[in-house]
């Protein structure tokens, strides 16, 4: 993982806009809303289990910048409120690994949005991150906790799921189902394999309590 929680935003490749055009940028389709500071960071813990978010860094969204830090902690592991859809809340806490390589390419691809990027040039750009080594992929399996009993997930034609179920992400990357022996229809007895034989393939796993965000 990064040795400081700076070291996760990447540096920004243009000036930030000015009031005006954030005010305009606002009212873009598509662009992610901002929470309250204090509301997101909660949200953010509420990822995963107090004996593993309590001391966690955490980062928030900032129009304009994509995640910036927000809370330093001392564990490895990373938590935040991803948004791969407009009115999603999605938070995540990664482990020291899943800091490393999957959450890098989360973080571009938010900077990147709110830069007003298409979805396919942030396709390209991560693709092309991976191939010259700006991102690496997992060298162990990584973890993403996903237990926050607030969360808002949506399917990838942006139809809302809702609160769904707490699980848990390890990323094994271009792991298939065939090669943990699964069948081809998904099972959530067992596991399901999400974006297989991709480089973000990873076990998705059902758990069996909700994580309620802190009162702040």
């Known amino acids: 993982m990064r040795r400081t929680i700076s070291s996760l935003i990447w540096a920004l490749w243009m000036a930030p806009p000015t009031l005006a055009a ?10 992610r809303p901002i929470l309250p500071r204090a509301e997101e960071i909660a949200l953010a813990r509420s990822a995963a289990p107090p004996e593993v978010s309590g001391a966690a860094s955490v980062l928030v969204l900032e129009r304009g910048k994509g995640y910036v830090p927000a809370e330093t902690g001392t564990n490895g592991v990373t938590c935040y409120v991803s948004r791969s859809q407009p009115e999603a809340i999605e938070p995540h806490c990664f482990d020291r690994e899943g800091s490393e390589t999957i959450l890098q390419m989360d973080l571009r691809e938010a900077e ?20 010259m080594g700006r991102f ?13 009993a607030a969360q808002v997930l949506y399917n990838e034609q942006g139809e809302r799921a809702g609160q769904w179920q707490p699980h848990l992400m390890i990323y094994v990357p271009y792991l298939t189902a065939e090669d943990l022996g699964l069948g081809s229809t998904p099972s959530f007895q067992a596991a399901v394999v999400v974006d297989p034989g991709k480089p973000t393939a990873n076990i998705m796993i059902v758990v069996k309590d909700f994580v309620e965000p802190a009162r702040r």
């Open 136 to 148: 690496r992929l997992p060298r162990r399996p990584a973890m993403s906790y996903m237990m926050s």
């Open 112 to 131: 990147l949005r709110e830069w007003g990027k298409s979805e396919a040039e942030i396709k390209e750009d991560i693709a092309e991150g991976l191939r």
């Open 22 to 31: 954030q005010s305009a940028e606002s009212t873009r389709p598509g662009v």
